[in-house]
Nanobody, 126 residues
Framework: QVQLTESGGGLVQAGGSLRLSCAASGRTFTTYTMGWFRQAPGKEREFVAAITWASFTTYYADSAKGRFTISRDNAENTWYLQMNSLKPEDTAVYYC???????????????????WGKGTLVIVSS
């Protein structure tokens, strides 16, 4: 059974940092693009960042550029989201996902990724 498990969420003050992790089990994710999404209260889930398998090419939402960094450890089947300079508007449930066409699906707001985690809550206080 394939599982994606997020960790690292919590409560942090504005300006602070958090590092989210997503541990994958049940299969290897060769050629998959890994990503992070978030859903704030009352809003739709939105793309945050993605990283490809082979070239480690990264993509970011405008809201994440310059503050968030996505990385992955293929050997450990784990990927990360380092979040710095957090703002109250970053408050959301953060989800990790894996899909061969993650970025293309994210662009057209297609929620049908191959795999989703259950999410981890990030609260940024002002």
């Amino acid at each position: 059974q394939v599982q994606l498990t997020e960790s690292g969420g919590g409560l942090v003050q504005a300006g602070g940092s958090l590092r989210l992790s997503c541990a994958a089990s049940g299969r290897t994710f060769t050629t998959y693009t890994m990503g992070w999404f978030r859903q704030a209260p009352g809003k739709e889930r939105e793309f945050v960042a993605a990283i490809t398998w082979a070239s480690f090419t990264t993509y970011y939402a405008d809201s994440a550029k310059g503050r968030f960094t996505i990385s992955r450890d293929n050997a450990e089947n784990t990927w990360y989201l380092q979040m710095n300079s957090l703002k109250p508007e970053d408050t959301a449930v953060y989800y990790c996902a894996a899909d061969h066409s993650l970025r293309a699906k994210a662009i057209r707001k297609d929620d049908g990724m191959d795999y989703w985690g259950k999410g981890t809550l990030v609260i940024v206080s002002s």
